[in-house]
């Protein structure tokens, strides 16, 4: 199969990933969203726990493409570093937006923050190391980072309060410059759960250099084949390390890699296996500019709260006109798919004036 093609099966998944993060991202109420668009609230795994995974999925799998003739060269490195901070430094800019908050209460990590971090990892190792290596290597950071949480810990290592993720960030950031959403300060893209995030760029990156070594329907059966071997290996971790997307555990990694592989064997058999492309171009499309419509849904949501309307601000005041006619959790859906929609014409104008907004 050719490398273009499975690269477009690639492209659909990465749409898929930026339609899913808007739908999550802004609902018209958080105190209105079905249970299912919720992050778990700290062990197990609901359908927006698979997003964030895939975003560094596709970024894994960009990377073989990327880099698969480049090698370690300082010039390399150099490449990798200003991309990998250049990430860094956005999304700290979209906390701090729109620069009214104190810089001592600024959050430091983030998203985007995370997926800088992760780059710049993972770029160096596969560069360091051959393909068929890679999954040994990924145990191996999963198997550090968990000795690490139980060193490092206190009582109960995989809890809110005891694990080895806060205290690091704790130490170098301070309570004031971390997430606040779990009623302690702790933030879910911590600098030491990078480690086990690394893992899934390089999922990514084996996934896409193996199927370029298979035909469509060959590739779409070892996806599967995969899958089943990660969801076996999920359930047998999960049985000593809960799956858990705030610390980004080991099972977590196990059991979102095997989704994510399902779903692209089935973006593989529909647009060339089948030769259907035409049902995922909506996909491809959305997957153009993913770094843009991502910073973009980020401002738009911040701006329509910026600007008032009626008792409160544009962004809630258009939430409620659709509550005088749906229930209140029907509303805050309809008023995330409506961004889903909006963004994908967005990406639409672009693409087909061919402009793709890079780094």
Request: charged share 10%.
């Amino acid at each position: 199969m050719a490398s273009s093609s499975r690269f477009y099966a690639l492209d659909a998944l990465r749409g898929l990933a930026i339609a899913l993060m808007i739908l999550v991202n802004t609902p018209g109420s958080w105190q209105h969203v079905y249970s299912p668009l919720l992050h778990a609230s700290w062990n197990g795994f609901t359908f927006a726990d698979i997003v964030f995974p895939a975003f560094l999925f596709v970024v894994g799998a960009a990377m073989f493409y990327a880099l698969r003739h480049a090698s370690l060269t300082p010039a390399t490195v150099q490449r990798i570093v200003k991309r990998g901070l250049l990430l860094v430094a956005i999304g700290i800019l979209l906390n701090w937006f729109p620069f009214t908050k104190p810089v001592a209460e600024l959050r430091l990590p983030g998203v985007l923050q995370r997926i800088g971090l992760c780059y710049m990892l993972a770029a160096p190792l596969v560069l360091l190391i051959k393909v068929r290596y890679i999954p040994l290597l990924s145990i191996a950071l999963l198997v550090l980072y968990w000795m690490l949480l139980l060193i490092f810990g206190s009582g109960q290592p995989f809890s809110l309060a005891g694990n080895a993720v806060l205290k690091l960030d704790m130490l170098l950031f301070g309570p004031h410059h971390l997430y606040q959403g779990f009623g302690i300060a702790f933030d879910p893209e911590g600098l030491l759960s990078t480690l086990p995030a690394v893992v899934s760029v390089l999922v990514g990156y084996y996934v896409a250099a193996n199927l370029v070594q298979h035909s469509a329907k060959a590739g779409a059966l070892w996806l599967v084949k995969c899958a089943a071997v990660l969801f076996i290996a999920a359930w047998l971790c999960s049985m000593f390390w809960p799956v858990n997307k705030a610390l980004w555990s080991g099972s977590y990694v196990l059991l979102s890699s095997a989704i994510l592989l399902l779903i692209l064997a089935v973006l593989v058999w529909v647009s060339d296996v089948l030769a259907k492309r035409a049902l995922v171009q909506p996909l491809i499309t959305y997957g153009t500019n993913p770094l843009f419509i991502y910073i973009l849904s980020w401002l738009w949501a911040v701006c329509l709260s910026l600007i008032p309307a009626g008792d409160s601000n544009l962004y809630q005041y258009s939430f409620e006109l659709l509550t005088t006619v749906l229930a209140p959790k029907q509303a805050s859906l309809l008023f995330a798919m409506l961004h889903v929609l909006w963004f994908w014409w967005l990406s639409r104008v672009l693409y087909q004036r061919n402009i793709i907004i890079r780094l």
